[in-house]
């Protein structure tokens, strides 16, 4: 097969082209930053250094593809998230249409039934809804779950202050997933013929609590009695603001977390609970000790 892949060679994309070239197939690479040519190319890829941003470029990406994977890259910069989310969504279903794709792998999040107050991932649900008026195109939305890797942003916090936390309760529902699984999930997908307009959850944990994330990691790093702590709103967005994170960004994760807190997020998913992935709470464990240490 001759499959396009966006997102570079970040966390997930980077896997997925490794499993895919691995199997034989044709693996182009989009990234934004011509410096990542050569590390593309040393996984057997073919990279293609263009903007997502530009519609003629995506098309030509486009063009001649099987399959294509796409994800909206970060962008913190944006001065409305969702806006830029939703017009990311936009781009890539004109390139889809122009360059006559019939099949799409749509990295989605856990929460993009709900068509507000989830901060970021109310971007995804709007991505969702452009991609359904695609005409002719298969398309699966592999809706993932909360990264482990996110709290490795959470380093700084648990070295200096000695908790872990976030604007959720300690016994709060969570749905975690390693990026690693998603690619396998990603690759597994574009293998497959998958057919209409679909949605597959993606999770590798959905029994640990904030407590037990605390418990674990912090027993990673020899601070095993690591408490989770409850933030108000209005201390997670001033800690996200004081780290550096802009304002816009910070109110988005701040009302994702609310969405955490009632539970609301996950309803869908406990509807439709996936087969879980192989890499748990304990396994990331030593990826986040190794970066604390580090």
């Known amino acids: 097969m001759k499959i396009t892949l966006t997102g570079s060679i970040g966390n997930i994309t980077k896997p997925l082209a490794e499993i895919l070239v691995a199997k034989g197939h044709e693996v182009k690479i989009i990234s934004s930053n011509a410096d990542r ?24 990406a486009f063009t001649g593809a099987d399959a294509i994977y796409t994800m909206v890259p970060p962008n913190f910069a ?28 749509n990295l989605s999040s856990v929460g993009a039934d709900l068509p507000d107050g989830t901060g970021p991932i109310a971007g995804l649900h709007d991505v969702e809804n452009i991609f359904a008026a695609l005409n002719g195109v298969d398309v699966k939305h592999l ?17 200096h202050a000695n908790i872990l936390g976030s604007n959720f309760g300690a016994d709060s529902k969570l749905v975690l997933v390693h990026p690693r699984n998603i690619a396998e999930v990603a690759a597994e997908v574009l293998e ?7 949605i597959q959850y ?16 912090g027993t990673a790093v ?18 996200m603001v004081g780290a550096g994170l802009p304002e816009e960004i910070a109110k988005n994760y701040v009302e994702m977390g609310d969405a955490i807190r009632s539970n609301k997020l996950f309803v869908d998913y406990y509807k439709n609970r996936p087969v879980l992935g192989s890499i748990k709470l304990k396994d990331f464990a030593v990826e986040f000790a190794a970066a604390y240490q580090n």
Not at 42 to 55: E, Q
Not at 203 to 217: F, H
Request: no cysteine; net charge negative; hydrophobic share 45%.
């Open 192 to 198: 497959s013929n998958f057919t209409g307009k679909t």
């Open 78 to 105: 944006a001065p409305k998230f969702r806006a830029y989310i939703k017009g990311i969504g936009e781009n890539y279903a004109a390139a889809i249409k122009e360059a006559g794709v019939k099949k799409v792998v």
């Open 143 to 159: 809706r993932a779950g909360y990264f482990y890797i996110n709290f490795l942003a959470n380093i700084d916090m648990v070295k």
């Open 222 to 239: 020899d601070k095993p009695a690591l408490p989770w702590i409850e933030f108000s709103d209005e201390d997670a967005f001033n800690g």
């Open 202 to 217: 993606v999770a590798s944990d959905d029994e640990s609590t904030p407590a037990d994330v605390a418990k674990v990691l």
């Open 37 to 60: 040519a050569e590390e593309i190319k040393s996984l057997g890829a073919i990279p293609l250094i263009g903007s997502v941003s530009d519609t003629g470029f995506l098309k030509d």
